[in-house]
């Protein structure tokens, strides 16, 4: 295994305890990177960071769990203290986690979950970003992956403004990748479509959107997380060195399929 090779990386990737995170810290940690576990509650940070110890670190420690609430500034300050205290650096930072509070039509939005979208989705994402990029810019090395959605390039009657804050990060990617290409540094979004974990259980639960999802999708099912690891897996190792500023779709397809 070169290609793809994690050894001697160290990775930090929020929202890790569930779903696509938690998928992306074992493939990691499987493809030989050192892991931060994070997530808002202490004790699921630490019972998935002992399971990653345990069955990909070799009598090693390869995974460290830090509680992080990214809404606030502070938090995240600690987050990147703590990592870059514990693992001396950061080569992948993976902006995973992020919030819905709210489905309906735009218009009833109330102020405050529109707010609470773009500040986790968008701002931290932000924050944390410009907080670990100047390390990667004087090792001239580095990449960061922000976990968007296929919802940032569709309009939506019911994920609008979570759909607005999607199509910021693609954007926040690409301005990562302009502004810090030049010291070696690359940023991609990953675009998944609809992926069977907590987050999207009101989506996958309810049998009529299921089957509008799937009906006209070519593969006539939705994702599992694991299937999302491997994109992150192939953007933070040698395989994609020459891929910045885009935004990978994987959704089995519900894009480009006609009604
Ligand atoms: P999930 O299974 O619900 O996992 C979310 C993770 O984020 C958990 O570890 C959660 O732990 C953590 N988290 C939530 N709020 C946080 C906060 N404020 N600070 C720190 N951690 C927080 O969700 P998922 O489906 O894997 O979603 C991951 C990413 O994929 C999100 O960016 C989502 O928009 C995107 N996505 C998901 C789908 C889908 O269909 N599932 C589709 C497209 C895109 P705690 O709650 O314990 O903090």
């Given at each position: 295994m070169t290609l793809f090779d994690l050894t001697g990386k160290v990775a930090l990737v929020t929202g890790?305890?569930?779903?696509i995170g938690e998928a992306i810290v074992h493939r990691f940690a499987e493809h030989g990177a050192k892991v931060v576990v994070s997530s808002r509650k202490e004790d699921i940070c630490q019972k998935v960071a002992s399971e990653i110890n345990e069955k990909w670190g070799k009598g090693e420690e390869v995974a460290l769990p830090v509680p992080c609430n990214i809404s606030h500034k502070e938090e995240l300050e600690k987050l990147v203290a703590t990592t870059n205290d514990k693992w001396?650096?950061?080569d992948t930072l993976v902006c995973n986690a992020a919030v819905n509070p709210y489905f309906g039509p735009?218009?009833?939005?109330?102020d405050s979950a529109f707010n609470k979208i773009m500040e986790v989705n968008v701002r931290s994402n932000f924050w944390l970003s410009n907080m670990v990029l100047p390390q990667m810019v004087e090792r001239k090395d580095g990449t960061v992956i922000i976990v968007s959605s296929i919802g940032g390039f569709r309009g939506s009657p019911i994920l609008g403004a979570y759909g607005i804050s999607k199509a910021a990060d693609f954007q926040l990617a690409r301005n990562i990748a302009v502004e810090y290409g030049p010291d070696n540094v690359r940023a991609n979004a990953i675009a998944p479509g609809l992926i069977k974990t907590d987050f999207a259980r009101a989506l996958w639960e309810d049998e009529n959107i299921l089957k509008r999802t799937t009906a006209n999708a070519p593969l006539r099912r939705i994702g599992l997380p694991d299937e999302i690891a491997g994109t992150a897996v192939y953007l933070a190792s040698a395989a994609g060195?020459?891929?910045?500023g885009q935004a990978i779709v994987v959704d089995g397809g519900v894009t480009i399929a006609g009604g």
């Amino acid at each position: 295994m070169t290609l793809f090779d994690l050894t001697g990386k160290v990775a930090l990737v929020t929202g890790s305890t569930k779903g696509i995170g938690e998928a992306i810290v074992h493939r990691f940690a499987e493809h030989g990177a050192k892991v931060v576990v994070s997530s808002r509650k202490e004790d699921i940070c630490q019972k998935v960071a002992s399971e990653i110890n345990e069955k990909w670190g070799k009598g090693e420690e390869v995974a460290l769990p830090v509680p992080c609430n990214i809404s606030h500034k502070e938090e995240l300050e600690k987050l990147v203290a703590t990592t870059n205290d514990k693992w001396g650096r950061i080569d992948t930072l993976v902006c995973n986690a992020a919030v819905n509070p709210y489905f309906g039509p735009s218009k009833d939005i109330p102020d405050s979950a529109f707010n609470k979208i773009m500040e986790v989705n968008v701002r931290s994402n932000f924050w944390l970003s410009n907080m670990v990029l100047p390390q990667m810019v004087e090792r001239k090395d580095g990449t960061v992956i922000i976990v968007s959605s296929i919802g940032g390039f569709r309009g939506s009657p019911i994920l609008g403004a979570y759909g607005i804050s999607k199509a910021a990060d693609f954007q926040l990617a690409r301005n990562i990748a302009v502004e810090y290409g030049p010291d070696n540094v690359r940023a991609n979004a990953i675009a998944p479509g609809l992926i069977k974990t907590d987050f999207a259980r009101a989506l996958w639960e309810d049998e009529n959107i299921l089957k509008r999802t799937t009906a006209n999708a070519p593969l006539r099912r939705i994702g599992l997380p694991d299937e999302i690891a491997g994109t992150a897996v192939y953007l933070a190792s040698a395989a994609g060195a020459f891929m910045t500023g885009q935004a990978i779709v994987v959704d089995g397809g519900v894009t480009i399929a006609g009604g």
